[in-house]
């Protein structure tokens, strides 16, 4: 099992050598305009494109499912949909959905897996979505690191 690596940095910029892949959480209702993604759409603007296009399409556009969108020679983004709307719900529960988040990073873990590709990542979850990264960690520790997948985690 590898350890996941934290640094302080910029998420959209992985400087490690090989495949790279960025991976961040979208929500289910087809929304892109605040948070992490804006900072994608600033470099690259095929995975806002590729997520909308995917969203109007409804074609497993679903909680825990990714797009992979290469926007470089060796670099990937995941779009993974672990957000369900944008607020809290009437039970004032945050967006996030851990279940989802687990199915789509063993999807991303597969795809990594294959290609033999880094993640990198802020702490994904956390911020709109309202997630805990105590929640979260294990997850990633239990589908990418411990997988000896080389992970990433950036705090801006």
Not at 68 to 96: C, M, S, T, Y
Request: hydrophobic share 40%; charged share 25%; aromatic share 10%.
């Amino acid at each position: 099992m590898k350890e996941i690596i934290y640094i302080k940095g910029d998420a959209t910029n992985p400087t490690t050598i090989g495949n790279k892949m960025i991976v961040h959480i979208c929500n289910d209702i087809g929304g892109w305009g605040k948070g992490f993604v804006m900072a994608i759409s600033k470099k690259w603007k095929e995975p806002e494109k590729k997520y909308r296009e995917w969203y109007s399409t409804q074609l497993n556009f679903d909680l825990g499912e990714v797009q992979f969108v290469q926007v470089e020679k060796d670099l990937w983004i995941a779009n993974l949909i672990g957000q369900h709307k944008i607020n809290k719900d009437e039970k004032g529960e945050a967006p996030i959905r851990y279940n989802a988040i687990e199915e789509g990073l063993q999807k991303i873990a597969f795809f990594a897996e294959q290609n033999a590709i880094s993640i990198h990542m802020p702490r994904i979850g956390c911020g709109l979505a309202g997630g805990k990264w105590e929640n979260i960690e294990p997850i990633v520790q239990r589908t990418l690191s411990g997988k000896n997948i080389e992970v990433t985690v950036y705090d801006f």
